[in-house]
């Protein structure tokens, strides 16, 4: 069973940083896999917040661009993502996408909240 795992939530205040990862599991290999980090907050649809191409090539939502980065080590078979600079308006679960041809496949979510 395929299984990503996010971690690096939790309670920042703003302006502060935090960094995501999702780990997958040993039956996938991201190498060959487009990753990406959607968002979800309360009575809002999910989002796309960024993506990395197999081949590295990345992409942001306008929000989050210069403040936020993703990458990944296909070593480690781990995506991150880098949020910096962070705002209230960041509060939101934070969910893993694993997508090739047909295959996708989601995390279970990480919560991020932002708050002074």
């Known amino acids: 069973q395929v299984q990503l795992v996010e971690s690096g939530g939790g309670l920042v205040q703003p302006g502060g940083s935090l960094r995501l990862s999702c780990a997958a599991s040993?039956?996938?290999?991201?190498?060959?896999?487009?990753m990406s980090w959607y968002r979800q907050a309360p009575g809002k649809q999910r989002e796309l917040v960024a993506s990395?191409?197999?081949?590295?090539?990345?992409n942001y939502v306008d929000s989050v661009k210069g403040r936020f980065t993703i990458s990944r080590d296909n070593a480690k078979n781990t995506v991150y993502l880098q949020m910096n600079n962070l705002n209230p308006e960041d509060t939101a679960v934070y969910y893993c996408n694993a997508a090739w041809t047909s295959y996708n496949y989601w995390g279970q979510g990480t919560q991020v909240t932002v708050t002074s």
């Open positions: 040993e039956n996938i290999f991201i190498s060959i896999y487009a």
């Open positions: 990395i191409a197999s081949r590295g090539t990345t």
